[in-house]
C-alpha cells in the first residue's frame, strides 16, 4: 500500500507532502488545477520515460519519492529480496535533471529505470491511458483469470511439469547427439586415459614433486651451509656458540656465589643452551638425512617434465590432470551405458508428457467454465457503468506447442458499443471506456487480487447521474479491500469516497503552483457543493452536497460483488 508521496518541483507542484490511507481516496479540484498531477507523478517513481519538461518552471530538477508498505505484497517483497534491496518497506526515489538524465533509487540504492518498473508492476495498477495497466497484459489476464477461478495451485503445478519436460527433452536430444559421435568419442576417451593412467598423477602430487625438485636440485647447498652451521653452533673445534655461552654460563655462575643478585642472569644463560643444543641436534640430523642421488633428482623432473607435457596437450595445467582423468572417466562409463540411459530417459520423457498434458487438460477445462461466468459477470457490471451495449468476452485460444502457462492464450476482449466486434482489451482506443472495464474487472474480481493499490484516473469521463453513482459505489466497494486512488470531477463519485484531497492552483501573477489539501468533513460538503454547483455556494447546494454525503455513508453495500 502506498502511504507516503512526496513532490518537489514537479510540473507546476512547489513541494508536496502527502500521507495517503487504506480505502477509496478521491482527488478533486478544479479544471485545470493539476489533479492529473499526482497520477504523473507515481507513474514517473514507477519508470516511466523521464523528460526535463516535467521540471517546475525555474527549478533545476524534480525530486519524487514514495513509501510502499510491503504487508500484502508477497511478490515485491520477494523481487527486492531477491536483488538484497529489501527492507521493512519499500522506499522509491527519483531524481530528474533540466539535462533530461535521472537517478533512480530503490530503498536507497541507484537503480536502473528498468529496474522501478519491474518492481512498479508489483505495487500499483494505474488504469486509464497509461502504460502501468496490468490488465492490458496477456500474462497478466491469464493470471487474473487463474486467480479467480482458484486455479493457482493447479498453474503452478503445471509449469513444475513443464519444467521437467523440458529439462527430459534437452537431457535426451544431448544424448542423442553423443550417441551419433559415440564410437568415435570413445575411441578417444580411452586413448587419453590410458595416458592418464601410465602418468597416474594424485591430486596434489605436482606441488610435492617441485618441492622435491628444489630440495634434490639444490642438495649440495643445503649440506655444505648445513654442516658449516651445524659447527658454529655445537661442533666446532674451538669457538662453538654453544662452547662459548657454557664458558659464560660457568663464569656466571662463580659470580653468583659472590652476588646473589647475579645468579638470575646465569640461570638466564643456562636455560638459553638447553635450545640451542637441542637446535644443533635438529640440525645434525638433517644434514645426515640429506639425499644428493642424482638418479633421484633425474627422475623426479622426468616426471615433472611427462605431467607438463600431457598437461599441454590437454590444454590445462599439470594440477589439473588429476580432475581432467576423473571427468573423463564420468563421461566413458555414461556412453558406455548410454543406451541404458536412452530408454530410461525416453519412458520418464513419456511419462513426464503425459503428467503434463493431463494437468494441462484439466486446467483448460477449468479456464474455459470460469472465462464463461467471469465474462457474463463483467458484461453486466459494464451496463451498470453507462455502456449499455457493453460485452466482454474471455478467449482461449489453443497453442500450437505447449508452453508453462497450459495450451492456451488468455486474451480479455471488449465491445463497447452496440453492434461492433469484440476487439483485445489492449486496443480500447478510449481512456475513459477502459478505465470504467478496469474498474468492472476489478471489482468482480476484487478477492483474488494480487496489486492492492489501484489508481482510477478519470473514471468517470462521460459519464454523469445515476451511472455516476453506481461508479463510486463500485470504487467504494474495491476500497474496502484495495487501496484505491480515484482521480474525479464528479461528486456522486467523490462522495463515495472514504477520504478526499483537494486540488488547487495559486497564482500571484509571475508565479503559478499547485497544491493538494485533505479535507476534513466539513471541507468535503464545500468542496463537493462546488463540484455540483459552481464557485457560488448557495445553501440548496451545500444542503444537496451534505445530502449526498451522508447518503454515500449510510447506503455503501461494500463488498456486494466481491463474491466470485
Excluded at 51 to 69: M, N, Q
Excluded at 193 to 213: F, K, S, T, V
Excluded at 474 to 493: A, D, F, I, K, M
Aim: hydrophobic letters at 40%.
Amino acid at each position: 500500500m502506498l502511504t507516503q508521496l512526496r513532490i518537489r518541483d514537479f510540473a507546476i507542484v512547489e513541494a508536496l507532502d502527502l500521507e495517503l490511507a487504506e480505502g477509496m481516496t478521491a482527488v478533486t479540484g478544479e479544471t485545470g488545477a493539476g489533479k492529473s498531477i499526482l497520477v504523473d507523478a507515481i507513474g514517473l517513481l514507477l519508470g516511466d520515460r523521464a523528460d526535463s519538461a516535467a521540471i517546475r518552471h525555474g527549478a533545476e530538477r524534480t525530486d519524487l519519492s514514495a513509501v510502499f508498505e510491503l504487508d500484502a505484497l508477497p511478490a515485491a517483497r520477494a523481487w527486492l529480496t531477491e536483488r538484497a534491496l529489501d527492507g521493512e518497506d519499500c522506499h522509491l526515489r527519483r531524481v530528474v535533471a533540466r539535462n533530461g538524465r535521472s537517478r533512480n533509487y530503490i530503498n536507497g540504492v541507484p537503480q536502473p529505470a528498468q529496474a522501478l518498473r519491474e518492481l512498479g508492476e508489483l505495487l500499483v495498477d494505474i488504469h486509464g491511458q497509461h502504460e502501468h495497466q496490468s490488465l492490458v497484459r496477456r500474462e497478466a489476464q491469464r493470471q487474473l483469470l487463474d486467480d479467480y477461478a482458484g486455479n493457482q495451485p493447479l498453474a503452478t503445478e503445471l509449469e513444475r511439469c513443464y519444467r521437467r519436460w523440458s529439462q527430459l527433452r534437452r537431457e535426451l536430444d544431448e544424448l542423442r547427439q553423443a550417441s551419433s559421435e559415440r564410437d568415435a568419442r570413445l575411441d578417444i576417451l580411452r586413448y587419453h586415459l590410458r595416458e592418464l593412467a601410465a602418468l597416474d598423477l594424485a591430486e596434489g602430487e605436482i606441488a610435492e614433486l617441485e618441492a622435491e625438485q628444489r630440495r634434490l636440485a639444490n642438495a649440495s647447498t643445503l649440506l655444505e651451509t648445513g654442516q658449516r652451521l651445524l659447527s658454529q653452533l655445537t661442533e666446532g673445534d674451538e669457538g662453538a656458540i654453544a662452547d662459548r655461552l657454557n664458558q659464560l654460563s660457568r663464569e656466571l655462575a662463580a659470580l653468583g656465589r659472590l652476588d646473589a643478585r647475579i645468579a638470575p642472569i646465569g640461570e638466564l644463560l643456562e636455560a638459553a643452551l638447553i635450545p640451542l643444543q637441542e637446535a644443533g641436534g635438529e640440525l645434525r640430523g638433517y644434514v645426515q638425512a640429506l639425499d644428493l642421488d642424482p638418479e633421484h633428482l633425474n627422475q623426479v623432473e622426468q616426471r615433472l617434465t611427462a605431467a607438463h607435457q600431457l598437461a599441454r596437450k590437454h590444454r590445462a595445467t599439470a594440477e589439473e590432470l588429476p580432475g581432467l582423468r576423473a571427468r573423463f572417466e564420468t563421461e566413458l562409463e555414461t556412453l558406455e551405458h548410454s543406451e541404458t540411459r536412452l530408454d530410461s530417459l525416453q519412458q520418464a520423457l513419456g511419462e513426464a508428457r503425459e503428467d503434463y498434458r493431463g494437468r494441462a487438460n484439466q486446467l483448460s477445462e477449468r479456464r474455459a467454465a470460469a472465462a464463461q461466468a467471469l465474462s457474463q459477470r463483467i458484461s453486466e457490471a459494464l451496463r451498470d457503468l453507462g455502456m449499455p451495449g457493453g460485452r466482454f468476452a474471455i478467449g482461449l485460444e489453443r497453442l500450437e506447442k505447449p508452453a508453462a502457462g497450459g495450451l492456451e492464450n488468455v486474451e480479455f476482449q471488449v465491445s463497447a458499443n452496440p453492434g461492433q466486434p469484440l476487439r483485445p482489451l489492449a486496443k480500447v482506443a478510449s481512456g475513459g471506456e477502459l478505465s470504467r472495464i478496469s474498474l468492472a474487472i476489478q471489482v468482480i474480481t476484487a478477492h483474488a487480487a494480487r496489486i492492492p493499490t489501484l489508481i482510477f484516473d478519470e473514471v468517470d469521463s462521460g459519464i454523469g447521474g445515476g451511472v455516476a453513482e453506481v461508479v463510486g459505489r463500485q470504487l467504494r466497494t474495491l476500497g474496502q479491500n484495495r487501496q484505491v486512488l480515484c482521480v474525479t470531477h464528479l461528486p456522486q463519485v467523490a462522495a463515495q469516497a472514504h477520504q478526499q484531497f483537494k486540488v488547487e492552483k495559486q497564482s500571484d501573477g509571475d508565479t503559478t503552483h499547485t497544491q493538494v489539501l485533505p479535507l476534513s468533513d466539513e471541507e468535503r460538503v464545500n468542496e463537493i457543493a462546488r463540484m455540483l454547483g459552481g464557485l457560488e455556494l448557495t445553501a440548496n447546494t451545500l444542503a444537496h452536497a451534505r445530502e449526498i454525503v451522508e447518503k454515500a455513508v449510510s447506503s455503501a453495500t461494500d463488498g456486494q460483488l466481491n463474491e466470485p
